[in-house]
């Protein structure tokens, strides 16, 4: 099994920084997906930055140029550097770790509060 420990959020106004992280534990494969998901009230779960073992990178259009996701591969951690945070970016924020097209693992959010 796979377990994720996310740490990180809190409450800033809008223009702070906010630094997640997320340690991965158990049996995890090397080749892997690692990332970032929010989901806001009344709306559906979204894709926030990903990053495989390789390096590849998706963003979420919104947040391209505000948002870093990074990884320690030797820690199975991910991380997502949250900068010029607007109200919009409010949400509870989960971890996914990948490893299969049907395989994947959630930790259990941390929760994220923009000021205006």
């Known amino acids: 099994q796979v377990k994720l420990v996310e740490s990180g959020g809190g409450l800033v106004q809008a223009g702070g920084s906010l630094r997640l992280s997320c340690a991965a534990s158990?049996?995890?494969?090397?080749?892997?997906?690692m990332g970032w998901y929010r989901q806001a009230p009344g709306k559906q779960r979204e894709l926030v930055a990903i990053m495989s073992t390789d390096g590849t990178i998706t963003y979420l259009n919104s947040v391209k140029g505000r948002f870093t996701i990074s990884r320690d591969n030797a820690r199975n951690t991910v991380f997502l550097q949250l900068n010029s945070l607007k109200p919009e970016d409010t949400a509870l924020y989960f971890c996914n770790l990948q490893w299969a097209p049907t395989f994947s693992s959630w930790g259990q959010g941390t929760q994220v509060t923009v000021s205006p």
């Open positions: 158990g049996n995890i494969f090397k080749v892997n997906v």
